[in-house]
């Protein structure tokens, strides 16, 4: 009881004579953060955040800067989302923008794609991005492709979320992972979030971006928490869309991977130190269009050693699309053939069992890895 | 007949009585009732007559069957239609000389839909419809010879050579799109967006009799509906999707009553004083916040469906002859010599001043130049200026992009 009591009146000080300072230093907001004074205000400014919640604030932020968004989707309003993200918008924000649509995804995708075309900057929620492949004409169509049809006089800057992926238990109409149909086309961007600050710096991104950007969210990292830094807190943090993140730095192989897989991989990175003492560096790739080819590309230079790990079905996906860049920009510096960890080419069954099998496990990363080193 | 032949002025009786009409496609012929007290100057205001067979409503009251207009208006209205007619004949030749690639969809006997359209609404509020393009483009300001130019996929046509045909955009105007029945919803959402901005405008927005059997056509209808949303849905019946006939893809061709809950309207698309007089009683009624409306505009294609299609094989001689009968060009060009607005020379002298200007401007198209062959051309305006990925791959990993 009497440490605080003496701390207090100290730490009161300490966080005036701050603060008096600040006004005279305003130039360390823009230097980067590894030169940034890393002590006791730092370490106490991150906060436990879930990635749902982070996602609710990013959106509640550009409602507020920006009165042409708006957000449309089945069950966003007065049910707080389906999977509650959108939870308190339209108390904050009211019926005008925030809107429950009927169930007509082909419909109010394409509603939302006219609106962006007329100059507002909707957010469009598909419940999953299963119900989107209903509307998918409309992404690609009508929004991905009409700004060059235009030849530059017609952009829509619209933004297409939901939850994207398997989950657990809801078998093969809602468990697909579009990532690799998405990031095909050209005039779309696409990100992948998988932390907290993943998820919010993403979507503010997507949603400032003046293109059609399709946000791909995984069901299953919704209520999972991750450390959020005091600048990831503030309403101006935006991530770059096309910029991978080195979440583990190592030096004897490269694990690309996106979403839920990153945190796989991190374990499976962690498992391989303790079991081989094999440094993984584990790449997040953020967004899968553009795809950050160079870190790709600079990691693989260093490791010799490339795989990578995600949940898409194997055939002309992601992962394909890596080793095909990897053997064009990177076979020179290859020691081993590059490999890839997919979902399995199956419909996704329901029983527990079959569904783990489906999917990529710590465990098969590790196989995989140590296979590749031949460990 | 060729097309052609459409532009040879002809002796039409200026009454026809109802009942000498086939059975189909007699909805509409041209009826022309005289008028008295023509005043001589060409910007005062006096009125005409709408014929009375025009409409049919649903849940809806007609507009009025006499239309406020001045002469300059009336001759305006008469130059457009004969400006889109020439505008397709030529587009017509340039095809069949091999310059016009792909798709290309005419709109030749559809005229006085885009004409009367654009002669009730104004630039503030927006229009998008499908593929049959060329003529809306034009009325909303697209200009001539960019059209032609994006037809011939140039540097100076109305998008740069990338849209083609059914691709062109100005500002008011969203397309040209061509995926069938896709951009109604677009359309709703357009509309959305004038409500969400607290505009005081309306949008139309038009597809074919095929289009109408689509599933997010309906989408769209029930949003507009529980919304009310400003937005005119227009089926442009020609009587054919490609060459299914509206009696072989529909339970039911009455495409004014599908909105069900929306009060609809059919409209002598053929006439274009109907179409406007249609058109001003419709955003009257819309902008006074009640929602939104479907009007089909019962018209006609004389060409095939496209290029590749002659339009012989799904329907007969006869009916075609029928209904260029009916054409809304001369039809209207005959009211226009009883009316007195203009004579039959005055009339010549329009035509004749028309075709040297679609001539003049086809020939101006021609000279533009091709798209430069560069990358930096060919990967422009995939995304936004300044937003662009550093890198994009062309074939082949030397052909790659870098912004």
């Not at chain 2, 097309?3 to 909805?27: E, H, M, S």
Request: one cysteine or more; proline letters at 5%.
């Amino acid at each position: 009881m009497a440490s605080p009591r003496l701390f207090r009146p100290a730490a009161r000080l300490l966080s005036s004579r701050l603060s008096a300072t600040r006004p005279a230093f305003p130039q360390t907001a823009c230097t980067p953060s590894i030169l940034r004074f890393r002590g006791y205000a730092t370490q106490n400014g991150t906060k436990e955040v879930t990635v749902r919640d982070a996602l609710n604030e990013a959106l509640a932020e550009e409602l507020e800067r920006n009165q042409k968004t708006f957000i449309l989707g089945e069950e966003v309003a007065q049910y707080n989302g389906a999977y509650k993200v959108t939870r308190g918008l339209l108390d904050r924000f009211g019926p005008k923008r925030v809107i429950d649509t009927p169930i007509t995804e082909a419909g109010f995708c394409g509603l939302a794609v006219g609106a962006a075309l007329a100059g507002l900057h909707p957010i469009c929620e598909f419940m999953t991005f299963n119900f989107a492949m209903q509307a998918i004409d409309q992404i690609i169509n009508s929004a991905a492709k009409t700004h060059y049809m235009s030849g530059g006089i017609q952009p829509c800057n619209v933004t297409f979320r939901g939850p994207n992926g398997f989950a657990a238990g809801v078998a093969a109409q809602h468990s697909q992972d579009y990532s690799a149909w998405y990031g095909s086309i050209p005039g779309l961007k696409v990100v992948a979030p998988w932390s907290a600050e993943d998820a919010k710096g993403l979507l503010k991104a997507a949603i400032r971006d003046p293109n059609p950007v399709v946000v791909l969210e995984n069901e299953l990292l919704y209520g999972q928490a991750f450390p959020m830094s005091e600048a990831a807190q503030k309403d101006d943090f935006v991530l770059p869309i096309g910029k991978a993140k080195i979440e583990r730095p190592g030096k004897d192989l490269t694990i690309v991977s996106l979403s839920r897989c990153v945190g796989q991989s991190l374990n499976a990175a962690a498992e391989l130190k303790q079991k081989y003492g094999v440094e993984a560096e584990v790449i997040n790739l953020r967004s899968v269009k553009p795809l950050d080819v160079e870190t790709i590309i600079q990691s693989l230079k260093k490791t010799g050693r490339l795989m990578c790990v995600e949940s898409g079905f194997p055939m002309f996906g992601v992962s394909s699309e890596i080793l095909a860049l990897s053997m064009e920009y990177g076979f020179d510096y290859l020691t081993a053939p590059a490999v890839r960890v997919t979902g399995a080419e199956v419909p996704t069954p329901y029983a527990v069992g079959l569904e783990t099998m489906s999917f990529p496990q710590e465990d098969t990363i590790v196989g995989q890895a140590a296979k590749l080193l031949r460990l | 007949m060729s097309l052609k032949a459409l532009l040879r002025p002809r002796t039409l009786p200026f009454f026809r009585p109802w009942a000498q009409a086939p059975a189909v496609g007699c909805r509409y012929l041209a009826h022309v009732a005289n008028i008295e007290d023509i005043p001589n100057e060409d910007d005062k205001p006096f009125t005409v007559p709408v014929s009375e067979a025009s409409f049919e409503t649903y849940n809806f009251d007609p507009p009025s069957y006499s239309l406020e207009t001045t002469k300059s208006q009336l001759k305006q209205l008469y130059h457009d239609m004969t400006l889109i007619r020439r505008m397709e004949l030529a587009a017509d030749s340039l095809y069949k000389d091999r310059k016009i690639r792909g798709f290309c969809h005419l709109s030749t006997g559809q005229e006085a839909v885009a004409v009367g359209i654009e002669h009730a609404i104004t630039r503030d509020d927006k229009l998008i419809t499908a593929y049959r393009s060329h003529g809306m483009t034009l009325m909303r300001g697209g200009t001539l010879k960019s059209i032609i130019a994006e037809l011939l996929g140039r540097q100076d046509g109305i998008s740069f050579g990338k849209g083609g045909s059914m691709h062109m955009f100005c500002e008011g105007f969203y397309g040209g799109n061509g995926i069938v029945g896709a951009h109604v919803p677009v359309g709703a959402g357009i509309a959305f967006a004038q409500k969400y901005s607290e505009k005081p405008h309306v949008t139309i927005d038009l597809f074919g009799d095929g289009a109408a059997n689509q599933g997010q056509v309906h989408e769209a209808f029930n949003m507009a509906k529980l919304w009310d949303l400003p937005i005119i849905f227009g089926v442009e019946n020609n009587k054919y999707g490609m060459g299914t006939s509206a009696e072989r893809a529909s339970a039911m061709t009455d495409y004014y009553k599908r909105g069900q809950y929306i009060p609809g309207l059919r409209v002598n698309g053929m006439d274009v004083l109907a179409v406007m007089s249609a058109m001003k009683h419709g955003k009257e009624y819309v902008q006074a916040g009640n929602g939104p409306l479907l009007y089909e505009y019962a018209t006609y294609r004389y060409a095939g469906h496209s290029m590749s299609d002659p339009g012989t094989a799904y329907r007969s001689r006869d009916e075609l002859k029928t209904e260029r009968g009916n054409d809304p060009i001369s039809s209207f060009r005959e009211k226009l010599i009883t009316w007195g607005v203009f004579s039959d020379d005055q009339a010549k002298e329009v035509d004749r001043r028309i075709r040297q200007r679609v001539n003049d401007e086809v020939a101006e198209a021609e000279r533009s130049p091709e798209p430069e062959l560069k990358a930096d051309v060919l990967f422009q305006d995939v995304y936004v200026r300044g937003s662009e990925p550093r890198q994009r791959r062309g074939r082949t990993i030397d052909e790659t992009y870098y912004a």
